[in-house]
């Protein structure tokens, strides 16, 4: 069961490794689940973008659902993304992952939709919730999402029993008032951040932890800025939270374009020995320039990756 009381904290979206063979790496799987696990993370978040769930199979995202949680061996808790255009195809795709021992099954808004309105949204939504045999998380993405379903809309639809966690990663200011204020009402929704440029203002205004993409690599430096926000020295916060920053511009490529995203931050799990290939489903791929610049970051900031 997730409860905000106890998992609250440092939560990891994970990317999904390759062999050569573009088959699941199992044995990378197992490897990332045990440094998650030395560093403190409490939630391992699968198939979502940087997991490159929405181009993975049915029984890939299964494999992958079975393989992680076997992994995490209830040392952490494991969500899995099911978001799609309706609320059959969601109920599917649940039902896909509903046997894998995983805890959450989370909703992004959908990718494609012709002219909806909210209330046809909270329709939508509000089926997958009376019909999911899983609990369900919502990600709101707030304006990177191409369907935009509002954070009210989020907020009505988490009054929902089924409702466990919110991951907010709009980095909207009155997207995050709409959240505190549903989350001073209902204290046991776990709340999270997944703005991982900017992690200190949710944190410190009353947000649960967060939810990062980098944090499979810069998963130590995010807890201490967790660590940090909470005891209120948020001026050593606002240093690590530089630092981190500075390190994911380098490893993703470059402020400006982050051209090599995905693909780099694979590359950073292989030089510290956790995945075997960079590869991506989706069309990112390691410039010579973002190789050069992980193989450096990684020994700048060795001690800090593996604080263990």
Same mark, same amino acid.
């Given at each position: ?29 197992? @490897? ?25 199979? $049915?029984? &890939? ?25 309706? /609320?059959?195809?969601?109920?599917? +795709? ?9 805890? !959450? ?8 939709? &012709? ?7 909270? @329709?939508?939504? !509000?089926?997958?919730?009376? *019909?999911?045999? &899983? ?5 709101? *993405? ?8 509002? /954070? ?5 639809? /988490? ?7 919110? %991951? ?15 989350? *001073?009402? #209902?204290? +046991?929704?776990?709340? !999270?951040?997944? +703005?991982?440029?900017? =992690?200190?203002?949710? #944190? ?11 944090? =499979? ?15 209120? @020295? ?6 690590? $939270?530089?630092?981190?920053?500075? #390190? ?9 374009? =982050?051209? =090599?995203?995905?693909?780099?931050? %694979? $590359?950073?799990?292989?030089? &510290? ?12 791929? !390691? ?8 193989? %450096?970051?990684?020994? $700048?900031? *060795? ?6």
């Amino acid at each position: 069961m997730i409860d905000s009381s106890v998992m609250g904290g440092v939560w990891s979206a994970v990317p999904t490794p390759f062999k050569d063979d573009w088959k699941l790496d199992k044995k990378s799987i197992a @490897r990332l689940a045990e440094h998650q696990s030395k560093l403190g993370i409490k939630g391992l978040f699968i198939g979502g973008t940087s997991g490159e769930g929405p181009w993975l199979t $049915q029984s &890939m995202l299964r494999e992958l659902a079975r393989s992680t949680v076997k992994a995490a061996g209830g040392r952490m808790a494991v969500a899995v993304q099911v978001t799609d255009n309706s /609320a059959a195809r969601i109920l599917d +795709n649940i039902s896909k992952i509903s046997d894998s021992g995983a805890d !959450l099954a989370v909703i992004a808004p959908p990718f494609f939709q &012709m002219k909806p309105s909210q209330d046809f949204l909270r @329709r939508l939504y !509000l089926e997958v919730l009376e *019909r999911s045999p &899983m609990p369900i998380g919502l990600y709101h *993405r707030g304006k990177h999402s191409s369907v935009a379903v509002s /954070a009210s809309t989020i907020a009505e639809l /988490a009054e929902h029993e089924k409702v466990l966690m919110i %991951k907010d990663s709009s980095g909207d200011a009155e997207d995050k008032e709409v959240f505190l204020k549903l989350k *001073r009402r #209902l204290n +046991n929704i776990l709340l !999270l951040n997944g +703005n991982e440029f900017d =992690c200190i203002p949710c #944190l410190r205004d009353g947000y649960d932890g967060l939810l990062l993409g980098g944090a =499979c690599f810069n998963g130590g430096m995010a807890l201490k800025i967790y660590d940090l926000t909470r005891a209120g @020295r948020i001026k050593d916060a606002e240093e690590i $939270q530089q630092r981190m920053n500075d #390190l994911m511009y380098e490893v993703f490529g470059g402020k400006e374009s =982050c051209s =090599c995203w995905l693909a780099g931050q %694979k $590359q950073m799990l292989v030089e &510290m020995g956790i995945f075997s290939t960079n590869r991506t489903v989706i069309n990112y791929a !390691l410039t010579p320039e973002c190789g050069k610049a992980i193989k %450096k970051v990684f020994q $700048q900031f *060795r001690d800090e990756l593996f604080p263990y």
